[in-house]
C-alpha cells in the first residue's frame, strides 16, 4: 500500500505566476484536503474533495482551485501568486469524510 | 469555529523522562482527534487517532486520551528519547471533516 505522494518537494516561482501542485491518495482513499502551512504555524484548511466534488473550502481567497480525479489524484492550482502564498503545502487523504487522514511529505513553495 | 490550542508550545526534556502534552479545543462537537507529528521542513506522521465512540489509543509509548466533554486531549510519551524530538500536532475533525489544527508543541529530547 503507498502512501500519499506530493510533487514537486520543492518549487519556486515568481509573484504574479501560476503554480499547479499534484497529490497522488493513499490507494483507496476517495476524500483529499489541502493545507497551507506557513512557518512556525498549525497547517490551514484550504478546501476538500470527496468524490471528484468540493465539499468543503477554508478562508482562501478563489485563486486558490483543485481538481480531484476519477483515480482519486488531486491538484491544487493557485493564480497570481502572491509573496503570502509561500508555504508549505499539504495534501491529505482519507477513506471516508470521518475517518482518519494520512499526509504527504508537502512541497514547498517559495514566491520571490 | 473551531479553535485548537496546544500547551506548551515547547518543551525540552532530559532522555528517560515521561511528558504530557495538552491539546484543548473550543467546540466539543468534533468527530475523531488525531496527534501527527512533524518533523522540520517535512510532512505530517500520524501518530494516534481517536475516533469519536473512543476515549483513548495506544501506540507503544504513546497514550492519547480525548474528553469531549471538557474539550481536552493529552498525548502522554513515556520514556522519552532523542528520536521523539519534533513538532506534535493535535487536530480536531468537525461536522464539515476539515482538520482544525494547533500551532504545535515543539519537544527537544537531549542526552
Known amino acids: 500500500e503507498t502512501g500519499v505522494t506530493q510533487s514537486p518537494t520543492h518549487l519556486i516561482k515568481t509573484r504574479g505566476q501560476q503554480v499547479t501542485l499534484r497529490c497522488s491518495s493513499q490507494s483507496g482513499h476517495n476524500t483529499v484536503s489541502w493545507y497551507q502551512q506557513a512557518l512556525g504555524q498549525g497547517p490551514q484548511f484550504i478546501f476538500q474533495?470527496?468524490?471528484?466534488?468540493?465539499?468543503g473550502r477554508g478562508n482562501f481567497p478563489p485563486r486558490f482551485s483543485g481538481l480531484q480525479f476519477p483515480n482519486y489524484s488531486s491538484e491544487l492550482n493557485v493564480n497570481a501568486l502572491e509573496l503570502d502564498d509561500s508555504a508549505l503545502y499539504l495534501c491529505?487523504?482519507?477513506?471516508?469524510?470521518?475517518?482518519?487522514?494520512?499526509f504527504g511529505s508537502g512541497t514547498r513553495l517559495t514566491v520571490v | 469555529k473551531q479553535e485548537v490550542t496546544q500547551i506548551p508550545a515547547a518543551l525540552s526534556v532530559p532522555e528517560g523522562e515521561n511528558l504530557v502534552l495538552n491539546c484543548s479545543f473550543t467546540?466539543?462537537?468534533?468527530?475523531?482527534l488525531q496527534w501527527f507529528r512533524q518533523d522540520p521542513g517535512k510532512g505530517l506522521t500520524s501518530l494516534l487517532l481517536i475516533q469519536s465512540s473512543q476515549r483513548e489509543q495506544t501506540s507503544g509509548r504513546l497514550n492519547a486520551s480525548l474528553d469531549k466533554s471538557s474539550g481536552r486531549s493529552t498525548l502522554y510519551i513515556a520514556a522519552s528519547q532523542p528520536g521523539d524530538s519534533a513538532t506534535y500536532l493535535c487536530s480536531g475533525t468537525g461536522t464539515a471533516s476539515k482538520l482544525t489544527f494547533g500551532t504545535g508543541t515543539r519537544l527537544q529530547v537531549t542526552l
Open positions: 467546540d466539543s462537537a468534533i468527530y475523531n
Open positions: 474533495y470527496y468524490r471528484e466534488e468540493e465539499n
Open positions: 491529505a487523504s482519507s477513506l471516508g469524510t470521518t475517518d482518519g487522514y494520512t
